[in-house]
Nanobody, 127 residues
Framework: QVQLVESGGGLVQASGSLRLSCAAS????????VAWFRQAPGKEREFVAA????????YYADSVKGRFTITRDNAKNTAYLQMNNLKPEDTAVYYC????????????????????WGQGTQVTVSS
């Protein structure tokens, strides 16, 4: 079993930056895959970014490409989401998700590919 805890959310003005962290504990492995999803009020949860375990390939939603960066530090069992040039439409609860395997490319953006989820951290971007 793996536990995920997000941190780093908060209130920031548009064009500002935040870095989210996702600390993993339990049966973790450097081969795990990690993703970030977000859910805005009244909307469905959507994919933001992922880093696949077996090849460290990264994936991004078009809406965040060029502004967000996903990384991981295996020594600290922590993944990060650096968010720059934030926009009001980035306001959402951000969730960290983990998988003990490496989803194939066609599945990496789907929430069903991930077995473990954190509780979420709120990010609010003011205009």
């Amino acid at each position: 079993q793996v536990q995920l805890v997000e941190s780093g959310g908060g209130l920031v003005q548009a064009s500002g930056s935040l870095r989210l962290s996702c600390a993993a504990s339990g049966r973790t492995s450097s081969r795990d895959s990690v993703a970030w999803f977000r859910q805005a009020p009244g909307k469905e949860r959507e994919f933001v970014a992922a880093i696949r375990g077996r090849d460290r390939q990264t994936y991004y939603a078009d809406s965040v490409k060029g502004r967000f960066t996903i990384t991981r530090d295996n020594a600290k069992n922590t993944a990060y989401l650096q968010m720059n040039n934030l926009k009001p439409e980035d306001t959402a609860v951000y969730y960290c998700a983990g998988s003990g395997g490496s989803p194939i490319t066609s599945q990496v953006r789907h929430s069903q590919a991930y077995e473990y989820w954190g509780q979420g951290t709120q990010v609010t971007v003011s205009s």
